[in-house]
């Protein structure tokens, strides 16, 4: 009778567990919930949720809808665009003092340049294997 009685426990043990495991396996999410999950935890994803959680933040103290952290430090560290703004110029740095033709180091823009040396140009890009 004994040994039934220790069968019996043995058996309802194991059967227990087997409907216990059963029932955690199917309780497990399922792969695309995994996956959606870890999306949200990834760096890389803009709509993880560090960066949704800044950046809601970030728009209710600009009160822009579409701005992002990002956007707000680049805004904040650089002038806005003008589009009628004149381009600044830039006098070309003296590179040589004198060179092989003793006009290398002029400095200044093409218009600066004397004629002889705007035709050795002209003739250059014009056949550049001749050598101007």
Do not use: C
């Amino acid at each position: 009778m004994i040994d039934k009685v220790e069968g019996s426990v043995g058996l309802l043990a194991v059967l227990v567990l087997v409907g216990a495991a059963i029932w955690a396996y199917r309780k497990l999410p399922s792969s695309t919930d995994v996956a959606a999950a870890a999306q949200k935890l990834n760096p890389v994803n803009p709509d993880n949720y560090a960066a949704t959680a800044v950046n809601s933040m970030v728009r209710s103290v600009t009160g822009d809808p579409n701005q992002t952290l990002g956007g707000w430090l680049y805004d904040a560290t650089h002038t806005p665009y003008d589009p009628n703004a004149p381009a600044a110029v830039v006098d070309a740095p003296v590179v040589n003092t004198g060179g092989a033709t003793g006009t290398w180091g002029t400095g200044g823009t093409i218009a600066d340049m004397t004629a002889t040396d705007q035709a050795s140009v002209n003739s250059f890009f014009m056949n550049p294997l001749s050598g101007g």
